[in-house]
C-alpha cells in the first residue's frame, strides 16, 4: 500500500515515515532507515523521525550487531 502511494508520489513523507514502521517491523532495519532519512530530507521539521531513526539502529545493533557499519551512524 505505501509503496502504491510513493510510487504515485515519490515525495508523500506520511508514507516514507509509515512504510519505515512497516519495514522496521518486518526486522529491514536498512530498509526503514532508507525510508526515515528520505522523510527527514523531504521534511526536516518532522524532528521525531530521528528518533525513529536511533531505535531502528538500536534494533539493528541488537539483532544483527555486526551488520552495523558507519554509514549507519551518521
Given at each position: 500500500l505505501y509503496e502504491e502511494a510513493l510510487a504515485l508520489e515519490?515525495?508523500?513523507?506520511?508514507?516514507?515515515?509509515?512504510?519505515?514502521?512497516?519495514?522496521?517491523?518486518?526486522?529491514?532495519?536498512?530498509?526503514?532507515?532508507?525510508?526515515?532519512q528520505t522523510a527527514l530530507r523531504l521534511n526536516p521539521s518532522k524532528t521525531f523521525v530521528r528518533e525513529k531513526i536511533e531505535i531502528t539502529l538500536a534494533l539493528k545493533a541488537m539483532t544483527h550487531p555486526l551488520e552495523l557499519t558507519m554509514r549507519d551512524l551518521r
Open positions: 515519490p515525495n508523500y513523507v506520511a508514507a516514507h515515515i509509515n512504510l519505515g514502521v512497516s519495514l522496521g517491523n518486518a526486522e529491514d532495519y536498512d530498509g526503514a532507515i532508507s525510508h526515515f
